[in-house]
């Protein structure tokens, strides 16, 4: 069965510097991988996906995933944070069915 | 990308009672997805709407409970029956158009309360 892990519960970070999100995956075949962002009391937002191809990928609200197979990692980067950033974010890993299988979030709080 | 309505947005419900959840996509996808989330908690999926056929169901989620319709290519409900204040929670439909290459997108969510 695939699976991610996020392994911290929160991030916090100074406005402009640097953002990291981890993600960790396990699947039995190619992975297909995903970051969504849910800003409160709203729906997830697509960010960016992994399919195949170059190992860093560029999404959303200048954020950028690095996909590493030998440490089986995909994560989610901003070189400069801003305060509206602050929110959930989930990393994602999809079936051949189309589900998708959600790591438990990582709340990202972005400080003045 | 596709763009999703769900309605209601919330509710507060009696339990034993059901409610029915719409969810509207602006294009035709392929597929649909219906997920549960505890605020500020993970996404687990309930099931896979299919059109035209019954619904496919995760292990924990039956029919009875969740009954699932999809009509055509950009309209599924979801309805919660029989409720209890363990229901409440926000549910999420998402839709997958095969345009977009391997992305799904989401819905506002339907936020439930179960008194």
């Known amino acids: 069965a695939q699976s991610v892990a996020q392994p911290e519960d929160q991030v916090n970070v100074a406005e402009g510097n640097p953002l990291t999100v981890k993600c960790t995956y396990s699947?039995?075949?190619?992975?297909?991988l995903f970051w969504y962002v849910q800003y409160p009391n709203r729906g997830l937002q697509f960010l960016l996906k992994?399919?195949?191809?170059?190992?860093l990928v560029k999404g959303s609200y200048g954020f950028e995933a690095e996909f590493n197979k030998s440490q089986t990692s995909f994560h989610l980067k901003k070189p400069s944070a801003l305060v509206s950033d602050s929110a959930l974010y989930f990393c994602?890993?999809?079936?051949?069915?189309?589900?998708?299988?959600f790591g438990a979030g990582t709340t990202v709080t972005v400080r003045a | 990308s596709a763009v999703i309505s769900q309605k209601p947005s919330r509710d507060i419900c009696q339990r034993g009672t059901s409610l029915t959840i719409q969810c509207q996509v602006d294009?035709?996808?392929?597929?649909m997805f219906w997920y549960r989330q505890q605020p500020g908690q993970s996404l687990t999926l309930i099931a896979t709407?299919?059109?035209?056929?019954?619904?496919?169901?995760e292990s924990g989620f039956v029919i009875d409970k969740f009954p699932i319709s999809r009509p055509n290519l950009t309209f599924s409900t979801l309805t919660v029956s029989n409720m209890s204040p363990e229901d409440s929670s926000i549910y999420l439909c998402?839709?997958?158009?095969?345009?977009?290459?391997?992305?799904?997108?989401f819905g506002p969510g339907t936020r439930l309360t179960v008194t």
């Open positions: 992994y399919i195949t191809g170059d190992n």
């Open positions: 699947v039995s075949g190619n992975p297909y």
């Open positions: 709407a299919n059109q035209g056929s019954e619904a496919t169901y």
């Open positions: 294009s035709q996808v392929t597929m």
């Open positions: 998402s839709a997958e158009s095969g345009a977009d290459a391997y992305e799904q997108y």
């Open positions: 994602a890993v999809r079936d051949g069915d189309y589900k998708l299988s």
